[in-house]
DNA sequence: TCATTTACTTGACGGAGTCAACTATATAAG
DNA sequence: CTTATATAGTTGACTCCGTCAAGTAAATGA
């Protein structure tokens, strides 16, 4: 139903910059007040950051350190002579390139990181046993959020994965559905109304054997959805096709209408339809890929819009 | 319905703290990169930080700054030295204790902060116009999210405030509901079916004259609702309470309960009635305190658990 | 009145980080 | 193959950010 093309890039309003610079500043207090622990330890925050980099990933050139840390070249340079000095790493030398050479901490520099990384740790630990863990996971949800929507290349390794529906699936779709049509199209909160009293009913009789619904996650947040209700033997139906606009362009929706397709065949049912709209373009691709036929269309008044409807069919 | 006390803190577990230790990093690293653009001013990065806290709060004291910013006492003294011989800053000895002075910034402060002010500007304005404006609107929300989480004293000027439904409100709702009731008691996937059917009915026959809804909204989320629907001329159910757990104590409870008693008394119903649970203890104290008299009990089966419901009323 | 605390100042200092020049190797162009 | 250019890393020289400790003056408390 709802799948269309990425939304454009749009010029920032000063709130919201505001706001992020607020959080900016605040945050740099945050890190600050963080640091101030591991300050009195041997060793310099950049070498400890430069020594948790170490640690946590291998095969590591100087220049990969430089440029992940944001630290100057002669700086990183010496900064590892040091380290060597220390027996805290091993640097050998590319044979693809020798003027690289890849950066191992040995055992010396694990021990001697291990006490750094137990304090930021203790400390973090510290900060999070404040909140209530309700908390503690709204916080680290929103960190995650911020995170991905700021870093270029944090795609996720998963691009999405399918599970059935849980608790606080439907209030969710219900939502998401309610606020998309509305914002792409006017839609009024009566189709939010009826998304819910279809959801309602999903759940009030579901008869597992022969219906069955399909979340799409991505990141620990659902991002699409669909399902598949028993209208007689003979025929299920498709309803409540939806994938967020953020995860379009992932295949997400042509997915969803594949797993209908497959359970609607393995149970037997002879035809698969479902009903939509048809400014609905996006969708009505998915639909006739699939080998989806239109059935007939008819003009209907719903959610305050002068609409029409459509019935698809696909013989299974 | 669901009202109870705050929930305890919990010793956080490994994910969650790795999670943010994974993002303390990155947004370490993002504000050095945020930083380096300031760098070719005259001004260090912390004599930045400080014009800023001077233009934007006023009367402050060294000591202030100091303990704000996270800055040595020295290090302060410092640097409004120099800035008073540059004649950005102007200091007035206070009366009430002649050790210390309100520092303000002078014409030329402002003028010298102006053009740090705005590369700022800029450069978080190209950070967030890389981005959609739905995905603008979700950082912003999480940084939000994340900082009044970790500052202890960053509560909301307004705590809450009441408005009247919305699209996306019934499916926020029916999610909560579903998630809290889960959470706490273990009520299965049906109750959130029956509060997105109530919701679904509650706006389909929706009659404003004699039915309405109240959401509590806290910093933009939705922390509480309730609703009145027309049983007949003159009874009135109140149906639906609830208040996040992240906004008890705040009195949202007894409010919207008194939004429902107000509203049914203007227009005239005779009754006000709703039906709850022996277990919710904490919502049972808000209607008894209201004046709502317990009517009848019953046992029933739902929701996968062994409830026994209760009718209350509340001659108006 | 005297001891203690607080606000701020000042001298001395260290080391984190920068800049530019340099070597050695790799890559691209002709 | 030769030559020009780019990249990886090193090193010397330097700056100045920020810390530490000692000190002064005022405020507060006993």
Redesign the interface.
């Known amino acids: 139903m709802t799948i269309h093309h ?7 309003n000063k709130d ?2 505001d ?16 640091d ?1 622990g591991l300050l009195k330890s041997a060793f310099s925050l950049t070498e400890a ?1 430069v020594l ?1 980099e170490l640690a946590h990933r291998e095969g590591l050139t100087a220049t990969d350190l430089g440029r ?3 630290l100057d070249a002669g700086y990183v340079s010496r900064l590892l002579k040091k380290f060597e000095r220390l027996h805290l790493i091993s640097r050998v030398t590319l044979v693809s390139d020798a003027r690289q050479s890849s950066i191992a901490l040995t055992p010396a520099g694990r021990d001697a990181f291990a006490p750094l990384n137990k304090d ?2 203790d400390q ?2 510290a ?21 991905r ?4 290349n944090a795609e996720p390794k998963i691009p999405y994965l399918l599970r059935p ?15 998309l049509y ?1 914002q792409d199209y006017g839609w ?3 189709y ?6 279809i ?6 009789s579901f008869d597992p054997k022969w219906e069955r619904g399909w979340i799409a996650e991505r990141e620990g947040e659902v991002v699409g959805s669909v399902f598949v209700v028993r209208k007689s033997d003979q025929v299920a139906k498709l309803r409540l096709l939806y994938v967020e ?2 995860a379009r362009g992932l295949g997400i929706g042509k997915r969803l209408v594949e797993e209908c397709i497959g359970f609607a065949r393995a149970r037997g049912y002879k035809t698969l339809t479902l009903w939509t709209n048809d400014i609905l373009t996006a969708a009505r691709h998915i639909y006739q890929a699939a080998g989806f036929k239109l059935i007939e269309e008819e003009p209907h008044h719903s959610f305050g819009k002068d609409l029409v409807g459509q019935n698809w069919d696909l013989e299974l």
Do not use: C
């Not at 990425?6 to 920032?12: L, T, V």
């Not at 929507?149 to 270029?152: G, Q």
């Open positions: 990425q939304p454009d890039k749009a010029a920032p919201l910059i706001a992020v610079r607020a959080f900016n500043r605040f945050y740099t207090r945050q890190i600050g007040l963080l101030e950051r948790y992940d840390l944001g930021s740790h973090v630990a900060l999070l046993g404040r909140l209530p863990a309700s908390e503690q996971e709204r916080l680290v949800k929103s960190m995650r959020t911020v995170q929507l700021l870093d270029d529906l849980q608790v606080g699936d439907i209030g969710w779709i219900t939502r998401r559905q309610g606020m509305a009024d909160e009566t939010e109304a009826l998304v819910a009293e959801l309602a009913a999903f759940v009030k606009p953020s």
